[in-house]
């Protein structure tokens, strides 16, 4: 194995690679190679294994914006990478909040959080989408291979004056045949301030078959009421609904923005592609407790992991954490969490 455990600057950055490249033996079961977008100038890392191909742009999110399996894609695609960052293509990372926040702000242990104006007037999906992650390691074995990046709030940075709480999250993406899996870590580097946060992923998935088979599967306790796509608190029973979750049902004519909860590491959601023979299961660990179910008029549509509700700080302040379950890591201590993609 050939892994670089810290990569302080691109020079070390580009040494690893050629290391990395010529030392995995070539019948290592995961291969890397990494490329340079000609017009972003972005590293572009692509991770192999058998038959399932993920892409990486850490210079824009660290979205994993390309997974292939069995010469299926199956993440909506920009034109150009230019268009990437943002949340419309690929696995785009969702932090400190996934979804939406109530008026663009909130308070917690006394101290008020605001995000600015937006069109929506909620601020929408966190901070970490959009900029730049440094790559921090990378590791090839007959196995997986794998790549962490890691992004950190510090004084100075726009995000940490929006979110000035002293801290970093690490993100290690894991590739093996046919599942790729985020493992994120955030560790509390502030001296006084507790840190609240969710964390989730808003991946894209294209029909790669028909809408009307495509079915998906929810094994969640409740769906949480809504009202202009943001939650009142209040919990439904699935078993209430007119559609059962917990049984596949057909996206075909489905308009889905909602929230559900009671989720945890035993419990699967499934994607299943009927007519293609394809389906992916999306499995996160315990801290996953929430899943946002996306169905627009388009040929795509979201299935989010979260480790928290929409707008899950304004519920903590209200008292409500019982259907918010925001994530607070004390000063000086660190969390963690996973999510895999599963395809066959």
């Given at each position: ?5 810290v ?114 007037q ?42 000035p ?52 599967t ?39 923005d909602?929230v ?13 592609f ?38 899950a ?32």
């Amino acid at each position: 194995m050939i892994a670089a455990a810290v990569l302080p600057n691109r020079c070390l950055l580009w040494t690893c690679v050629l290391l990395l490249c010529c030392a995995v033996p070539q019948d290592c079961g995961a291969k890397m190679s990494i490329n340079q977008d000609p017009e972003t100038g972005w590293t572009i890392y692509t991770l192999t294994h058998g038959k399932t191909t993920i892409r990486i742009a850490p210079d824009a999110g660290c979205n994993v914006f390309s997974i292939q399996h069995d010469g299926v894609e199956f993440m909506r695609q920009p034109e150009a990478l230019k268009h990437l960052p943002g949340v419309a293509y690929g696995v785009p990372v969702l932090y400190p909040m996934p979804n939406r926040v109530r008026g663009s702000q909130f308070t917690f242990e006394g101290r008020t959080f605001r995000f600015g104006d937006n069109p929506n007037q909620h601020f929408i999906h966190g901070l970490a989408h959009s900029v730049g992650w440094e790559v921090v390691g990378m590791a090839a074995t007959d196995e997986r291979s794998e790549l962490t990046c890691q992004l950190v709030f510090s004084p100075g940075t726009d995000r940490f004056e929006k979110f000035p709480v002293e801290h970093a999250i690490k993100l290690n993406i894991t590739l093996t045949e046919g599942t790729v899996r985020w493992d994120y870590t955030v560790r509390n580097s502030d001296p006084k301030w507790k840190l609240p946060y969710g964390f989730g992923l808003h991946p894209y998935f294209r029909y790669v078959n028909d809408r009307s088979q495509t079915f998906l599967t929810v094994p969640a306790t409740h769906k949480m009421e809504s009202v202009n796509v943001l939650p009142t608190g209040k919990l439904i029973p699935v078993a209430d609904l007119e559609y059962d979750t917990t049984q596949p049902i057909s996206l075909d004519g489905t308009s889905l923005d909602d929230v559900f909860l009671g989720m945890d590491a035993k419990k699967q959601t499934v994607i299943d592609f009927r007519s293609a023979v394809r389906k992916v299961t999306l499995v996160g660990s315990d801290e996953f407790t929430h899943l946002v179910v996306w169905t627009p008029n388009d040929p795509y549509f979201g299935i989010e992991n979260q480790t928290c509700s929409t707008d899950a700080h304004n519920f903590y302040s209200q008292g409500k954490n019982d259907v918010a379950h925001l994530q607070i890591c004390e000063p000086g201590q660190s969390q963690s969490g996973w999510v895999e993609y599963r395809f066959e």
